[in-house]
């Protein structure tokens, strides 16, 4: 009876303090929280060591890492990058229920010091958070920026810059050297961009076009470097120790005073002949036609992520059509007799002629299949915990489709290795509606590439005039066998040692 009576006061004088009371509801919740994570059913792991997790097997190329983790893990497969929880997809199936059903939870964008810094605090469209902002930013782009005939009205700028880059290409054929086509497509990209942009012309030697495109250069290679920090979170000091905190900011310092300077010019201007981006989005300012209140230092984010995802992609989606055309000269052939049938005798290549160039576009889709930009898609993060295929998939984890995975899969794919544009042949497969999802190689979902339009005319007007004033042979000393393909990764993956080309001048 009385060890009743003890008890009672026990559980009474418990239920009275409540710093006991704190201590029993604390103890129970990480209990439950115990229990109840034994129970979720995660996707499946590779065995990871301690402190890096599974950073170790990541390598060099990780979307090729990542496939051969996959086909023992399987499509779904969760890594531990350091601190942070990594989602891996590597199925079409999987990709289609991502979008179909949690389209909205799969939204969001990781946090990285380099974006955070170089993009004035995530100001941006292409790596800010999903939210309203967001999707406002990205409605302006869509719809004013990037939309089909803003794209259009840039021919003239496509026109004259491919006109820089044929002209360069004749002056070198007296030289009977080979042309460094990396660095020449790379030129390219980046005065298109530039132009259309901020009306730049960004070939200017000596000039604001060619010190600001050090700067840009800087900036995308930085943007995807690696640092301790975002792996890490307790270790960041080592981002300032090693100096790589005091890189972005002077990277961000210099891409700020620039882009102020332009600001200020074109608002300065009273009229103008050729309408940039820059222009556009002040006069919709002006006009109240935002939608949402944007300071500077949203449009300098907003045009800063123009150079970042539309140089390099339309660089890299130039260069290996190119490097996969000289590997197969049979393919080549079949190509330059279509573009020179196409536009016949006439001084240049109008829009109405790339149309018309079935071929070429079968060319430049089995290109992006192989090698497409992003082969693991812009990284996304979880904002709830959700369920995919037969999985838990915690909050907060970040999320990799293998592009390249999927469009390689040989479930999918006939000899999905082997270059074959003739496998686009009487296929409906759409960049922007991708039935089945094996064919994504701007994205899936809300976050699909706005700027699909744009990269796709300016790549296919690229190559078509390649193609027409030019033939085009290896260095003596390479066969198309031996042509060294070997990818190298950073914003997207490009090619890690330059095509360099002979070129010889067609005259039709």
Known sequence: MDIVIVKAKLVEQTWSNPLLLSLLVLFLNLFLNFIKRRKLKLPPSPPKLPIIGNLHQIGTLPHRSFRTLSTKYGPLMLLHIGHTPTLVVSSAELA???VRNHDIVFSNRPITTAVKILLY?????GFAPYSEYWRQARKICVLHLLSLKRVQSFLFVREEVVLTLINKIRGRCLDASPINMTEMLLGTSHNI???CVIGLKGDEEGGSGA???????RFMHQISEFNVGDMFSSLGWLDVLSGFIGRLKETAKEMDEFLDKVIEEHMALKSYD???????LLQLQSDGMLGTELTRDHFKAILADMFVAGTESVATATEWPMAELIRHPNIMKKAQDEVRKVVGKKPKIDAEDIHR????KRIIKETLRLHPPAPLMSPRQTSTSVKLGDYHIPPKTTVFVNVWAIQRDPRLWEMPDVFYPERFENVEIDYKDPKGFQFIPFG???RTCPGVSFGLIAVEYVIANLLYWFDWKLPPHISAQNLDITEAFGLGVCMKFPLCLLPMPYRP
């Open 121 to 125: 605090g995530y100001k941006d469209f």
């Open 96 to 98: 289609e229920e991502m």
């Open 211 to 217: 010190r600001f495109g050090e700067v840009t250069r």
């Open 444 to 446: 899936i979902g809300r």
């Open 357 to 360: 160039m079935d071929y070429l």
């Open 193 to 195: 961009i530039t132009r």
């Open 274 to 280: 050729e309408k940039d981006f820059v222009h556009i």
